[in-house]
């Protein structure tokens, strides 16, 4: 059996962790229904008070009630559970690559330099060796003795969150899970702007210039396009502020309970499945 051996990786955090409960519009429909079959809600239009329900609105109340006490896994949940046990199964593993995955993997021992630049740690380097919590399992960019780290390399200046205050609730999540299996309380996101490696930048200028001046082109215009794939894809020469940005945030050994609550639940309909 596989269902008991089910773990949820820190990059995946979030893909277990949707909405299985009401929505915020649900709930407060369940509390009116509620106060009106008590007779303890008042009609906006005419002072009076409303009570009782109509056939109607008990079939709603008992949906709803019946949701919030006995909440199911989401549609695709439940998809990611039979994917996960697809792959035991199997043996095979669904694999995903593209050139911003190409650039995030390649370019990371180039962000861990930056952010240890940045935060002026020059003993900062990738963290070797993955741990696990018997729910949660998973390996962190960088380990210091405060905090954990994780690095994600922006594709370009204009995905680089130069000025955005908030982020991705699935690296919000991702940070949790790493924070909890360390046990550090101290959580941070690193965003860095590294230059694409060579080969990548030289790849592109290939098909933009087959692509801008046919298979027949010149040596002139292949550097012509080449030259302009450097300057946009390389950024040794700015600041590093303009290069890094972080995210520092705090442990929350909340959210960490309700991620095992919920790797429970799907342990629950792996065995269904089995």
């Given at each position: 059996m596989y269902s008991s051996k089910f773990q949820v990786r820190c990059s995946s955090i979030d893909s277990i962790m949707s909405s299985i409960s009401l929505t915020?519009?649900?709930?407060?429909?369940?509390?009116?229904?509620?106060?009106r079959r008590s007779g303890k809600t008042v009609s906006v239009k005419t002072g009076k008070k409303e009570t009782g329900l109509s056939k109607n609105m008990v079939e709603e109340?008992?949906?709803?009630?019946?949701?919030?006490n006995r909440p199911s896994l989401p549609a695709g949940l439940k998809t990611?559970?039979?994917?996960?046990?697809?792959?035991?199964?199997?043996?095979?593993?669904?694999?995903?690559?593209?050139?911003?995955t190409e650039q995030g993997s390649r370019g990371?021992?180039?962000?861990i330099e930056l952010t240890g630049e940045y935060e002026s740690d020059p003993f900062m380097f990738k963290h070797?060796?993955?741990?696990?919590?018997?729910?949660?399992?998973?390996?962190c960019d960088v380990l210091t003795p405060v905090a954990v780290y994780d690095t994600k390399c922006s594709d370009n200046p204009f995905t680089f969150p130069l000025w955005a205050s908030t982020i991705d609730?699935?690296?919000?999540?991702?940070?949790?899970?790493?924070?909890?299996?360390?046990?550090?309380?101290?959580?941070?996101?690193?965003?860095?702007?590294v230059s694409k490696p060579m080969d990548m930048i030289e790849r592109s200028a290939f098909f933009k210039t087959k692509a801008k001046y046919g298979p027949e082109y010149t040596e002139d215009e292949h550097q012509e396009i080449l030259t302009e794939e450097i300057r946009n894809n390389t950024y040794d020469d700015l600041p590093i502020q303009l290069r890094v940005k972080l995210y520092k945030f705090d442990a929350d050994p909340k959210f960490i309970e309700q991620v095992h609550d919920r790797v429970k639940m799907c342990r629950k309909y792996i065995a269904t499945l089995e």
């Open positions: 915020h519009k649900q709930y407060w429909r369940m509390v009116y229904l509620i106060r109340l008992i949906g709803l009630l019946s949701s919030h990611y559970c039979g994917d996960w046990l697809k792959s035991k199964i199997y043996n095979r593993y669904k694999d995903f690559t593209s050139r911003v990371e021992e180039q962000a070797e060796g993955r741990m696990s919590d018997g729910f949660i399992n998973g390996e609730e699935g690296y919000h999540a991702q940070l949790q899970g790493y924070g909890h299996l360390y046990k550090r309380k101290s959580l941070v996101l690193a965003y860095c702007l």
